[in-house]
């Protein structure tokens, strides 16, 4: 049978008819596509809660991160749902209302995907990084078929039952962008890419709807450069640990824990709001990742600690800090814009390439960090080069990417016409598409899946 974390329906229905086209084509299934099996509470889960609940790591963030259920690191899949929770940023007893809620239905999840991988072979999982994730865990080590769509990839698939995809079981690796020495880099057409999107932001599909400014009042900065390191914040609400656990259980902790440790050498420093924190397309998220970030501001703004409040372009900055400027980044796509551009990065190890390739200085806990945080410029690394072109041709050239004319999302706007991308999401968009036009779209989606294996 065939197992899906979403129902037929919306834009759901186009994603897993698509599939299904696919796996009859593959693997030669005629598959059921069936949610089969009720969640329910189990006794080893009643015990180990518990247990855990003597040794206080329930009720505790820091402590729940590190928890571990049937082989499966269920902290940091409970932690980024509740951090996704607007109403869990409100106030305390909403934050442990939903911690509560997330961790039991961490572990119904669990046990429900133990006992679904006795009677399926294929499962589609959406939102890896959320608590749907557990199921990608466990169908990764019951050696399942998983279809996903999850940045920085398009739609693709993983056989777990192939030898050679052993060594990527955990979901937060599966997401990452591989290292491959014998992959065919077109540098000029890389570099030409990474030119364009300097230049215009809004070639990135999410930053479309965004209003950028080219540049702002900046009589406040008295010299760029002066400027020691510039800081790019990212959502305090959505994907938080998305690509693995560094050590920092959301994105505001790690901009605090940055600012306060660079704060100690009395560095100058840029802190820039993330664009989207602007787009009132986003709603609740944007409003309240605006909130928090003022917050910061509020505290810690000073002479040497600058706040950028306005969505301005990144090469507005580039072009007039010193090279020597250190660029700082949890995870984003700004620090391949530096990269190219010459300058000097850090970022953690958990983002959306694997740490295989030699692109920033990585770390992958708070120790490791600081350390990166209290080094001089000169002891800083410059990218492998190879690796940085590797890593954007994949990005923003690849097959299915979401830059590609092949990528899913793309087909369907395409073929529906849509000018705006996220009008594709409209609620009522299946009920207005024609039986022709939702063939076509499925049977052209179906042909642009990606296998993806270790290499």
Not at 19 to 34: A, E, G
Not at 53 to 72: G, Q
Request: aromatic fraction near 14%.
């Amino acid at each position: 049978m065939f197992f899906s974390t979403r129902e037929k329906k919306g834009i759901y229905n186009i994603i897993l008819s698509s599939i299904i086209i696919d796996i009859k084509k593959n693997f030669k299934i005629d598959i059921k596509n069936s949610t089969i099996i009720k969640k329910k509470l189990s006794i080893s889960f009643v015990v180990f809660t518990l247990k855990n609940l003597f040794l206080l790591n329930i009720l505790i963030p820091n402590k729940i991160v590190n928890l571990k259920y049937r082989n499966c690191h269920i902290g940091r899949h409970i932690l980024g749902s509740v951090y996704r929770d607007v109403s869990s940023h409100k106030n305390i007893f909403n934050l442990y209302f939903s911690l509560i809620k997330n961790y039991i239905n961490a572990g119904l999840i669990v046990d429900h995907a133990y006992k679904l991988s006795n009677k399926i072979k294929i499962a589609y999982i959406d939102h890896s990084g959320y608590l749907n994730g557990l199921y990608f865990r466990v169908f990764a080590i019951k050696k399942k078929i998983i279809y996903t769509n999850n940045y920085p990839r398009g739609l693709f698939f993983i056989n777990y039952s192939k030898k050679i995809n052993k060594k990527i079981n955990q979901n937060s690796s599966a997401l990452k962008l591989f290292k491959n020495n014998e992959v065919k880099i077109d540098y000029k057409k890389t570099a030409n890419f990474l030119k364009k999107i300097i230049k215009n932001p809004k070639i990135v599909p999410w930053m479309k709807s965004t209003k950028m400014k080219k540049k702002f009042d900046d009589k406040f900065i008295k010299d760029y450069k002066s400027i020691s390191h510039i800081i790019y914040a990212h959502s305090f609400t959505d994907g938080q640990m998305w690509f693995g656990y560094d050590g920092f259980i959301n994105l505001k902790d790690w901009l605090i824990f940055t600012i306060q440790e660079l704060k100690k050498t009395n560095n100058k420093i840029i802190v820039k709001a993330h664009p989207n924190f602007f787009n009132k397309n986003l709603g609740e998220y944007a409003a309240l990742d605006k909130k928090i970030f003022y917050r910061i501001k509020k505290k810690y703004e000073s002479d040497n600690i600058i706040f950028i409040t306005e969505p301005i372009e990144n090469n507005y900055l580039l072009n007039k800090i010193s090279k020597e400027t250190i660029l700082i980044s949890h995870h984003g796509t700004a620090l391949l814009e530096g990269l190219y551009s010459g300058f000097k990065c850090i970022s953690s190890e958990s983002t959306f390439w694997s740490s295989k390739f030699k692109v920033t200085n990585l770390w992958n806990s708070q120790k490791e960090y600081k350390k990166l945080l209290n080094r001089r410029f000169i002891d800083l690394k410059l990218p492998n080069k190879k690796d940085l072109y590797e890593v954007c041709y994949k990005l923003f050239l690849g097959p299915t990417s979401e830059y590609s004319e092949k990528y899913w999302y793309k087909i369907i706007k395409d073929q529906l016409k849509k000018k705006r991308w996220y009008s594709v999401m409209n609620s009522k968009m299946e009920k207005k598409i024609d039986k022709k036009d939702f063939n076509l779209i499925c049977k052209k989606i179906s042909k642009n899946i990606e296998e993806i294996q270790n290499n």
